[in-house]
Every structure is written in C-alpha cells, then in structure tokens.
C-alpha cells in the first residue's frame, strides 16, 4: 500500500521521528511537524533517502491559531491526508497530587489533551477527503499497577483516550480508521525524564514501536480499538 500524504506531530524525536522514517518505506508524501527544526531537518533527510517527500513544518502545538492554520493550508493544496499520527505530549515529573504545580498540569492539559482534540477536529476534513484514511493516537493506558504520583499525567492520558474513542465511534462508518497505540515502555527521551533508573534494555525501542504501528495501519480494517504493545 502507498499512503500519498501523510502527517505526523512529534516528529523531530522518539516515536514519532521513528514512525516518520519508518512510514516513509511506503509513503509518497510525509508532513513532519515539530518546534525544533534542527532536529526535523535530520529526520527530513533521513525520510528522502527511501523517496518519499517531505515538508517540514514548523509548529508549536500551544500556539493560537497554529493547528487550525495548518489544516487549512493542507486542504487548499491537498484535500486530504491518508495518515494522521498524533505522537507529540510531554510529562516532565512524576509526583504526590497535592504536590502538583498548577503551571505545570495546565501546559499537560493543553499539549497531550487539548492540541490532539484541536488535530482530530481540524484535520477531520481531510480524513474524511481520502479514499482510506488511518488516524493513530500514541497515548497510554491505565495501569492499575501505577497507583502513586502518575495523576498529573495518567488521568489526562485516560480523558483524551476517552475523547479519540467517541470519535472513532461516530466515525465507524466512514472511510476513517481509529486507532490508539499504546507501548508498555519506550526507551526514549520522554521516559527517561520520569524513569530514570530503568533498565532500558528490557524496553522497546521506538523504532520496534514504529514497525508494529505502520505494519499495523497498513493491514488493518478494524476501528476503535486500543492496540497495547510491550
């Protein structure tokens, strides 16, 4: 299968630089967004040596206006997507509730919840514009073996869960598929800020991840579902 436009927020490291590269063995057009351009240029030339396209765009999730701007550029000159991945998020501590900065759950409020809410409903058009459209959310799980410190992330994660799982729902009968991926452990920059101690070689690297995933949208005719790997 050769995906003809593809975008994927999160690009410039970790799972979603690792999707990018990966996708781009059967993609003829990827659109890779991420603030740091340096790092995109890498996965940029990393993506044109399997003759796939590639347009780097410059986007900060937390900007007014950004997303929404973005959309519309792609419809005029395009029309549709093929394959969305929403990989960006952050988490930048682990700790006891009442020791939550409000300043800090706002900003994981409105990167991991609020910009992927502001993707799916801008970007809608354009899945529902393709012959066969993939939507994939890299999010997480509930653990019930994680009890303490994960409540400035985890419910969050949970909600947006939630949200992309109605919208799959109301989708099921369209041309747009669905997805959540959801990996136990990454051995990526991210888990490193909050697991620090971990032994990262009994982990997935994200380029284990990223085969599962497009090996997963390239074949599937399923919606809806949460795909756990570890």
């Given at each position: 299968?050769?995906?003809?436009?593809?975008l994927i927020t999160g690009a410039s490291s970790g799972i979603g630089k690792a999707i990018s590269e990966e996708l781009s063995k059967s993609a003829r057009h990827i659109y890779i967004t991420s603030r740091n351009i340096k790092k995109l240029e890498e996965v940029h030339d990393n993506i044109i040596k399997n003759k796939c396209k590639c347009t780097i765009v410059p986007l900060d999730l937390h900007e007014d206006n950004g997303i929404?701007?973005?959309?519309?550029?792609?419809?005029?000159?395009?029309?549709?997507?093929?394959?969305?991945?929403?990989?960006?998020?952050?988490?930048?501590?682990?700790?006891?509730?009442?020791?939550?900065?409000?300043?800090n759950i706002k900003k994981i409020v409105d990167l991991n919840f609020l910009s992927n809410f502001r993707m799916i409903k801008n970007f809608h058009p354009l899945l529902k514009n393709s012959n066969g459209s993939n939507l994939g959310l890299i999010s997480s799980f509930k653990d019930n073996s994680k009890t303490h410190y994960w409540g400035i992330y985890q419910p969050i994660m949970s909600a947006l869960n939630e949200l992309f799982l109605y919208y799959a729902n109301?989708?099921?009968?369209?041309?747009?598929?669905?997805?959540?991926?959801?990996?136990?452990?990454?051995?990526?920059?991210?888990?490193?800020?909050?697991?620090?101690?971990?032994d990262k070689n009994k982990i997935l690297t994200p380029e284990e991840v990223a085969i599962k995933i497009v090996d997963f949208i390239k074949t599937t005719k399923t919606t809806g579902e949460l795909i756990k790997f570890d």
């Open positions: 299968m050769k995906f003809l436009n593809c929404e701007n973005l959309a519309k550029q792609i419809y005029e000159k395009d029309k549709f997507i093929d394959v969305l991945i929403l990989s960006a998020g952050i988490i930048n501590q682990l700790s006891p509730v009442d020791s939550i900065e409000l300043s109301e989708n099921k009968n369209s041309k747009i598929k669905a997805n959540i991926f959801s990996p136990y452990a990454v051995k990526t920059d991210f888990r490193e800020s909050i697991m620090p101690g971990e």
